[in-house]
């Protein structure tokens, strides 16, 4: 059988740089949306006859080994979900590696321990990297490049590997690149893109390009803070990027010069400590003015939710990014449910990117269906929006012109 781009691969290994970087809980999945995400190109390979070797990260360990980012939970997952055996190899490019692909039949799947055990990974000297994309390529006799959630690292395994082997874009970084091209070449409009996560500082070139695009811009999640107090306001105990205050008063003057409508939450859900497993929450909403100096604020409050849901009415294009709330916490979950529910209710393509938000809807229940795209990507759909280079996009690119 064949897969785009690469022609025959039956019989041939075929190394995958897919991102199974899923929330865990001991060795529990908490959210395993990106194993589901990657199952159809593992799942077309091996199908074509291909012997599928699978490469992925894990959190962010120190370039050592370290058990408590062991893939293994996850290569179980992938087992279950492709139906098949799963072979697993514990380590990423040593005597376990190459036994474990050496002994794959012809449609069989396995998957390398995690490849940041490795510190030519994520090595910022090009040598040191490239040594060690040498012997990941060694494994393979093609690759193809699926983890969307990364292609805005310049790592071993998603791009330096690419430059070693024939390769091909896999299914879901094309899917994925085709919906955020959407939200950039001419968006139907009203265009309202709805931000949250705890830091402002996190989305300053996503801010900063789309103030010139979007129609509404609404904003949530602990940013608020800064901006709140950008205007003068107190907040409390909440979170607070001091040294972000002057960018957040250039934010808003610019969106009012350019007509942009930037909404800030007018009441906020607050208590007087951040959740923790032994407390039980006391929450309370005030205005957004008048937040008490013993008090953090931990999710828009209910006449927020409800102008955030009026705001999303009569969007024809929608980008969210960022939970409203601390949403794993049921008493600050209500923010990101509104906005979630009144995103399944928009007549238009809906954008829902971000690990956190993605994982919102999944974890309040919402069906995925109900939303046009859930963005496996977090970093690198915000890297996409703010016009940058997408290093693990041009390495494919670039050689196939
Ligand atoms: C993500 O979780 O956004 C991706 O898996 C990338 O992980 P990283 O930010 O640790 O590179």
Redesign the pocket.
């Known amino acids: 059988g064949s897969y785009a781009g690469l022609g025959e691969v039956g019989g041939k290994r075929i190394l995958v740089r897919s991102?199974l970087?899923v929330p865990l809980d001991g060795t529990t999945i908490t959210d395993d949306g990106r194993i589901r995400a990657s199952v159809p190109t593992i799942k077309a390979l091996a199908d074509a006859g291909a012997r599928v070797v699978v490469t992925a990260?894990l959190?962010?360990p120190k370039g050592e080994l370290d058990p408590a980012y062991s893939l293994a939970p996850v290569a179980a997952r992938l087992g279950e979900l492709l139906g098949q055996d799963v072979a697993f190899a514990t380590d990423t490019v040593g005597e376990s590696a190459r036994q474990v692909v050496a002994g794959l039949a012809d449609g069989q799947v396995a998957v390398l321990e995690n490849v940041r055990f490795n510190a030519g990974e994520t090595s910022k000297d090009d040598a040191e990297r490239g040594a060690f994309a040498d012997q990941l390529a060694g494994l393979a006799d093609a690759f193809v490049s699926d983890?969307f959630?990364?292609v805005h690292?310049k790592q071993a395994s998603v791009y330096d590997v690419a430059q070693r082997l024939p390769h091909a874009m896999g299914g879901l970084v094309a899917a994925e690149v085709d919906v955020l091209r959407r939200l950039t070449v001419d968006p139907e409009r009203p265009y309202v893109v709805v931000l949250g996560g705890s830091k402002v500082s996190d989305k300053l070139g996503v801010i900063d390009n789309l103030l010139g695009k979007a129609d509404k811009l609404l904003v949530g999640g602990g940013m608020v803070f800064t901006f709140l107090a950008a205007q003068g306001h107190e907040v409390g105990k909440s979170l607070l990027e001091e040294d972000q205050l002057d960018t957040c008063r250039d934010y808003l003057r610019r969106a009012h010069e350019a007509g942009v409508e930037l909404l800030l939450p007018t009441d906020i859900v607050v208590d007087t400590e951040f959740p923790s497993g032994d407390r039980t929450p006391a929450p309370g909403v005030v205005p957004a003015s008048e937040i008490p100096s013993d008090s953090l604020g931990l999710d828009i409050g209910p006449d927020a939710a409800a102008d955030y849901a009026k705001a999303l009415a009569d969007a024809r294009t929608v980008f969210w990014n960022g939970p409203m709330g601390v949403f794993e916490v049921d008493a600050f979950a209500a923010g990101t449910r509104a906005v979630a529910e009144a995103l399944t209710k928009v007549d238009g393509l809906t954008v829902v990117g971000g690990?956190d938000s993605a994982a919102a809807v999944r974890t309040l229940g919402f069906d995925e269906a109900a939303f046009g795209h859930i963005s496996t990507?977090?970093?690198?759909s915000l890297e996409y929006l703010e016009g940058k280079e997408l290093p693990g996009i041009t390495v494919l690119l670039d050689e196939e012109e």
């Not at 990507?377 to 690198?380: E, H, L, R, S, Y």
């Open positions: 991102d970087n990260h959190g962010r983890g959630g990364v690292r690990g990507g977090g970093g690198a």
